[in-house]
């Protein structure tokens, strides 16, 4: 319900929920950023890879390590813009069939169950670095690198999405946002 129809909503969690919407909004800004430097650095790395190795016949062999790493964090570092707009995969064939409060239910449900997910794979990824960095692991690539600096995208990726899914959460509950409604024309009846 927009806040014009719920003017309590509004005054219950207005402030808080602004402060919210921008310190994640700031935060999934920060990572997309360093995605899109993370990007360029991909393609400068695999230009100078093949340039390496089909113009002067010497392959870089550690690019292909870094490249992996590179794209576990661009993935990691847009979790929290994907749900911040609401642009991750949705399965509508069901939720499409239903009223307003059954879609609201739904993407309140699914809201839950991504940040109960998220949550696990947080905690899970936070073992693990830890785990990482007590036996000082390194990587078994040509880098040699602390497995645990590469692995810290995972506890940025799942923070960001908790963030971005509390916030739309909260929103809903508060009453100062409307369910998407999706095109469902394509659906049969």
């Known amino acids: 319900m927009p806040p014009d129809r719920n003017p309590g909503a509004a005054r219950c969690g207005g402030p808080v929920l602004q402060a919210l919407d921008r310190v994640t909004a700031a935060a ?105 960095r007590m036996v000082d692991l390194l990587s078994d690539g040509y880098l040699a690198m602390p497995i645990w600096i590469p692995q810290s995208s995972l506890l940025i990726g799942f923070s960001l999405m908790i963030l971005a899914s509390v916030n739309q959460l909260l929103r809903i509950l508060f009453g100062l946002e409307e369910p998407p409604h999706r095109d469902t024309s394509h659906i049969p009846d």
């Not at 993370?38 to 292909?64: E, H, K």
């Open 28 to 132: 999934a800004w920060m990572f997309i950023a360093l995605g899109a430097a993370i990007t360029i650095v991909m393609a400068l790395s695999i230009t100078y890879s093949v340039v390496l190795r089909y113009v002067l016949n010497r392959p870089q062999v550690w690019t292909d390590e870094l490249l992996g790493y590179l794209l576990v964090a661009l993935v990691m570092f847009g979790l929290g813009e994907t749900v911040r707009r609401g642009d991750h995969i949705n399965v509508d064939l069901v939720t499409a069939r239903l009223g307003p409060r059954g879609r609201v239910v739904a993407r309140i449900w699914g809201l839950v169950a991504m940040i109960a997910v998220a949550a696990v794979l947080l905690v899970r990824s936070w073992d693990m670095v830890a785990f990482s």
